[in-house]
């Protein structure tokens, strides 16, 4: 099952932040966090495990609530760079080993 | 350089033409996946493997078989392609400890139409 994000889309100037959303509803083992520009593969950015630390990628955070079973992305003083379409994965494990499953993404536009 | 690599890139076939899409990896990775990307949809995992002959479904199975049989490959195979396969498809592999899973390497994609 996918997990849910929030929003779908977002658009900023410049400068702004945002904040991107991702809840399961299933117990989750980690949270990996990823971003795809137009064209190309997804890329990694960072991993949240249980019970970690908030971790960061240049100017993005994120954390990992593991009792809610979510995770936000926090994109601070936005960059042109930073637009595309952000993806997080849920990894739960199961009795046939790990399973990453990715949500539907949330698409990302940064204006100048 | 590590990567993952698929071929063909761009395939356009016609409905029952069996097909195989190759997805190779030079990192020794433990664990690879498939996943096929369609717009409004995100990325739905078709198959997954945790290690050489131990493969298992993701979510959206129905219509693809795949095979493990060397680390480093990891083939998606089509046997009876039909219109509703026409998609974006994407190959990964990570490594895999105790801890769970490492970083998703993806290959570059192989857009697929069935006509």
């Known amino acids: 099952q996918q997990p849910v994000q929030s929003p779908q889309a977002v658009i900023l100037r410049e400068g702004e932040d945002a904040v991107i959303n991702c809840s399961s509803s299933k117990a989750l083992y980690s949270v990996h966090w990823y971003r795809q520009k137009h064209g190309e593969a997804p890329v990694f950015l960072m991993i949240l495990l249980k019970g970690g630390e908030q971790m960061r990628h240049e100017k993005i955070s994120a954390s990992f609530n593991e009792k809610k079973q979510q995770s936000s992305l926090y994109l601070t003083a936005s960059q042109l760079s930073y637009s595309g379409t952000y993806f997080c994965g849920t990894e739960r494990v199961e009795t046939s080993g790990s399973r990453l499953t990715f949500g539907e993404g949330t698409q990302l536009t940064v204006n100048p | 350089e590590a990567q993952v690599t698929q071929n063909p890139r761009y395939l356009i076939t016609v409905t029952g033409k069996k097909l195989t899409v190759t997805c190779s990896q030079n990192m020794n990775h433990e664990y690879m996946s498939w996943y096929r990307q369609d717009p409004g949809l995100g990325l739905r995992q078709i198959y997954y493997s945790m290690n050489v002959e131990v493969t298992d479904k993701g979510d959206v199975p129905e219509g693809y078989k795949v095979s493990r049989k060397e680390k480093r490959n990891f083939p998606l195979i089509l046997e009876s392609p039909s219109p509703n396969q026409t998609s974006l498809y994407f190959c990964?592999?990570?490594?895999?400890?105790?801890?769970?899973?490492?970083?998703?390497?993806f290959g570059p994609g192989t857009r697929l139409t069935v006509t």
């Open positions: 990964a592999s990570s490594s895999f400890k105790t801890g769970g899973l490492y970083e998703q390497y």
